[in-house]
């Protein structure tokens, strides 16, 4: 089968570059190969001689149909990466290919690299299974490093240097949305919201006299609320919190969603999920964007639950501030063991606060000591 | 073709074949041999192994790492000219020629749309809304823009693929969809209850397999290879067949996650107190377990058979032999030893997936042996592919 008339008529405007005029003069080491080349125009193989000269590669014609001989300069090359069982590709400026068989690739290899063709430094590291082992342990170090130090220590970061107005801003709408779609407005007799709101704004205003927020009183129809929460601009607490507890364990829990907005967790707790998954997609995204989900939840629980942690310590300093005995914290974390006994438990790694024993233990042992004065 | 005629004799054609007929005409030919004018069935073959892939893949992730993912698009085209030189026809690989910069330069941009999306969001909610339309109509252009950067990028023997789809094609395909993507936007907007979100996403799911089916028949519908242009019948029934298949499976295997669940809990409940707690946590892993392990892979399978059924390129048919049973039996398996590892076996998994995919399908030559058809691809083919440029500059890809 003669292939020449098809390339030969329709490249000669770019043969120039790459054709040699004859003779060509072989490379001193006479060291050749047998490789397969392309034209880039049709699928049918050359089977041609491959030699590598100092400056140039050159094809060889054989019974190939290739009428002339090619040439190519090395300086336009670039090395393929030494994968096992595959025969050596190089795609050439052309447009054409060439390919050498892999049983004689590593000495055409090594050849094209003495003669200054080199692979990516990635590439020729990837050969070794020192590498391998190398790699894998500074991942790994790499990933808990990140987990443990560099997304907090870079979320921390960002919230720091986020003014609290965009903050808001980002935030406002969360409530808004939730406000108008979930909640409606409280129940309690307005004198008892005013005692409340009185006591603790006057405690907040001298624990944290810059913070900006708004008390609200809601309740969740349709179901029991023993709960408060608190977004950036607001702490709003359910009407079942006030009937259930008394009023002093009420200012405990306040103080704890004041925590909350005084250590901006929202926000934190928002761009340390949003680094975890970054980094869980690119170690395991790959595999499984399940895994790589569980395991970020897993993780973002338990900062939610040093979080928490952290807003209890502030509720001991604004019982503190309001003059209420610390003995509140505790009884209101006895009446909440007493409701979540009924209820299930999970495991603490699935939890987003900490178990409310735990809890109760570290609020006695602070009610122990006496408030500093 | 070579059939056995008797003499042009109303007796003879009448005659059993015995020794009388013998007597007055001969030896018959052997009897018939079936001159099927067979061409030959080559069968794609993988040669990567996962210990090469291994590295390949740390490696990729440890710069990643460290580069905050610039360095991404070289990982990419990397793994993709891996696995496209490690798969072969005929003993030649296929090869995959993309530049990284161009990859940066998609992700960057897609990086700018999710900046604007975002700011727009933050801006007002009703600006992120109409900016998540507009993502939402971008994306199937976008969908397929990275197809055509994929098929232009790879190559056999030296000769470039290429996807031709034209854009109004990939509105027709996507417009069900569309609608009601626009339209969950919408209901959100307006505050509407859950049970309009829930009926959207029940209608979606209806149209999804139609919508699947009309992607791949512009991928295979317009591909070429150099100047051999692919031809597809679109099969929509085969397409809900098999999602249908997929979902009975997947329901039997809620079925069996639940009483597994609630047998394990019972035994356990015994001396594990908080188990019973923890059963629904682990009936949501379980169940989301069930769809990686049995809904996915069965859909690939059974989608492997039918889109390749009704491709055809030439003279050349094809024959898709990835086999669901075998296939989830796979997957289960890789994915579980993915899951007690941390993700480290993951390269081996992907590669052992790979090969059975790659390896399942086989290519059939109906006239004429495949090689000598390779051989005079081109001969016609006068205009050359780099000529031509495949690699239009608006088409950026995004990744897969």
Not at chain 1, 247 to 257: A, P, S, W
Not at chain 2, 51 to 72: A, D, K, P
Not at chain 2, 209 to 228: D, E, I, R, S, V
């Amino acid at each position: 089968m003669r292939q020449t008339s098809i390339w030969g008529g329709e490249m000669k405007a770019n043969e120039s570059t790459s054709t040699l005029p004859q003779p060509i003069a072989s490379n001193n080491e006479g060291v050749a190969w047998d490789g397969i080349w392309y034209d880039g125009l049709s699928a049918h193989p050359h089977r041609l001689r491959v030699e590598v000269g100092r400056e140039h590669l050159l094809l060889l014609p054989e019974s190939s149909g290739l009428a002339e001989a090619r040439r190519y300069a090395l300086a336009d090359l670039t090395c393929p990466e030494p994968w096992q069982g595959v025969a050596r590709g190089l795609s050439l400026p052309d447009g054409s290919s060439l390919w050498v068989d892999d049983d004689a690739a590593a000495n055409f290899l090594h050849a094209l690299q003495r003669a200054g063709v080199l692979s990516s430094k990635a590439g020729r590291l990837m050969q070794s299974w020192t590498w391998g082992v190398v790699a894998t342990l500074l991942v790994l170090a790499l990933v808990v490093w990140l987990d443990r130090k560099g997304i907090p220590w870079a979320a921390e970061w960002a919230v720091q240097s986020l003014p609290p107005r965009i903050e808001n801003r980002i935030l406002q709408p969360v409530f808004e949305h939730f406000d108008r779609l979930q909640l409606a407005p409280s129940e309690l007799p307005p004198e008892r919201r005013e005692r409340l709101r009185q006591r603790f704004m006057a405690a907040a205003t001298a624990l944290a006299p810059e913070q900006e927020f708004q008390l609200e009183f809601r309740t969740l129809p349709g179901r029991a609320a023993i709960n408060a929460f608190a977004l950036p601009g607001h702490i709003v607490v359910f009407d079942d919190l006030v009937w259930y507890l008394d009023e002093d364990e009420v200012l405990g829990v306040l103080g704890h969603e004041l925590g909350h907005l005084v250590h901006r967790h929202g926000m934190e707790g928002l761009l340390r999920t949003g680094g975890l998954v970054i980094l869980g997609t690119a170690v395991l995204g790959d595999a499984s964007m399940l895994g790589a989900g569980a395991l970020v939840l897993a993780r973002s629980r338990q900062h939610s639950r040093e979080a928490e942690r952290e807003a209890d310590v502030y509720a001991l300093r604004l019982v503190d501030a309001a003059g209420v005995p610390r003995r509140a914290l505790v009884s209101f974390m006895q009446k909440f063991e007493a409701i979540e006994k009924d209820a299930s438990l999970s495991p603490e790694w699935a939890l987003s606060h900490p178990a409310t024993t735990s809890r109760r233990e570290y609020f006695e042992q602070q009610a122990a000591q006496d408030p500093p004065r | 073709m070579a059939i056995f005629k008797p003499a042009d004799s109303s007796l003879a054609k009448e005659l059993e074949d015995g020794p009388l007929r013998r007597e007055l005409y001969g030896e018959p030919p052997a009897p018939a041999p079936e001159v099927e004018p067979k061409g030959e069935e080559t069968r794609l073959v993988f040669t990567g192994t996962g210990s090469e892939y291994f590295r390949i893949w740390v490696t990729h992730l440890l710069l990643n790492l460290l580069t905050l993912g610039l360095y991404s698009p070289w990982a990419k085209v990397r793994k993709a000219r891996w696995f496209a030189q490690h798969t072969r026809l005929l003993d030649a690989p296929f090869d995959f020629h993309a530049d990284p910069k161009r990859i940066l330069l998609g992700r960057l941009a897609v990086l700018a749309l999710l900046i604007g999306f975002l700011g727009a969001t933050l801006a007002a909610p009703l600006a992120g809304a109409f900016v998540l339309g507009l993502v939402y109509l971008a994306a199937p252009l976008l969908l397929i823009s990275a197809q055509r950067f994929r098929f232009a990028n790879t190559s056999w023997r030296g000769l470039r693929f290429r996807l031709s789809a034209p854009t109004k094609e990939i509105y027709r395909a996507s417009w069900p969809l569309l609608v009601l993507l626009l339209a969950g936007i919408a209901l959100d907007q307006a505050e509407a209850t859950r049970g309009f979100a829930l009926l959207t996403s029940f209608v979606a799911s209806l149209v999804w397999p139609w919508t699947h089916a009309q992607f791949k028949g512009l991928q295979h519908g317009y591909a070429a290879y150099g100047n051999w242009r692919f031809d597809y019948r679109n099969d929509v029934r085969g397409f809900y067949g098999a999602y249908l298949g997929a979902a009975v499976f997947l329901l039997l295997g809620f079925l069996i996650v639940a009483v597994a669940v609630s047998v394990l809990g019972l035994v356990a409940g015994a001396w594990l107190p908080q188990f019973s707690a923890d059963a629904s946590l682990v009936y949501g892993l379980c169940s989301a377990l069930t769809v990686y392990v049995v809904f996915v892979p069965y859909v690939a399978a059974k989608l492997q058979q039918v889109v390749w059924q009704n491709t055809q390129c030439g003279e050349i048919v094809f024959r898709g032999e990835l086999q669901a049973k075998k296939f989830i039996g796979l997957a289960a398996g890789q994915m579980l030893l993915t899951l007690l590892t941390c993700g480290l076996y993951w390269p081996f998994a992907l590669v052992r997936i790979s090969r059975y995919r790659i390896e399942s399908l086989v290519v059939i030559s109906t006239e004429r042996p495949l090689e000598s058809l390779a051989a005079s691809a081109g001969a016609a083919n006068t205009t050359g592919v780099f000529g031509e440029g495949w690699v239009d500059a608006a088409n950026l890809d995004l990744g897969w």
